[in-house]
């Protein structure tokens, strides 16, 4: 059984590589569950896939000096969806190396968060905006 180890994950918002700031990303998309069970469906349940939604997690190592992490975040923070893009390794987008991108809502940024001792860093959730796209070609 073919396994991987994620040493070289790419990590991009609104086009800036931000990969250098991030030490773990989580990707969750599903589709809304919606009932359409009739007195056809034999006394059981029928459900289809509703509305796409979803989220992306990222924990971000923070850097204050000018042009760097906190700079940019707080710049992306608005109303406006900013896109994203992610993928396994560093290499070329392939079948074994696909890139998922979309859109996310960057509607907060937390800049500071730790305790006494720890790496300056924090965890934000942006919600996905719109329809995820797979690429496996470039």
């Not at 998922?100 to 800049?111: A, E, M, R, T």
Request: net charge negative; aromatic share 8%.
């Amino acid at each position: 059984m073919p396994k991987q180890v994620l040493l070289d994950a790419v990590v991009e918002i609104a086009g800036q590589d931000l990969t250098n700031y991030v030490s773990q990303v989580e990707l969750e998309y599903s589709y809304a569950e919606v009932d359409a069970t009739t007195y056809g469906s034999g006394g059981a349940e029928e459900l289809i896939g509703g509305l796409e939604s979803g989220s992306v997690t990222f924990t971000f190592r923070n850097d204050y000096a000018p042009g760097a992490l906190d700079e940019i975040m707080r710049g992306l923070v608005s109303r406006t969806p900013q896109t994203f893009a992610i993928r396994p390794n560093a290499g070329n987008v392939s079948t074994a190396n696909p890139q998922y991108s979309g859109k996310i809502l960057v509607n907060s940024w937390q800049p500071i968060a730790g305790n006494v001792g720890d790496i300056a860093g924090t965890s934000r959730t942006y919600r996905k905006s719109g329809r995820l796209t797979i690429s496996t070609s470039t």
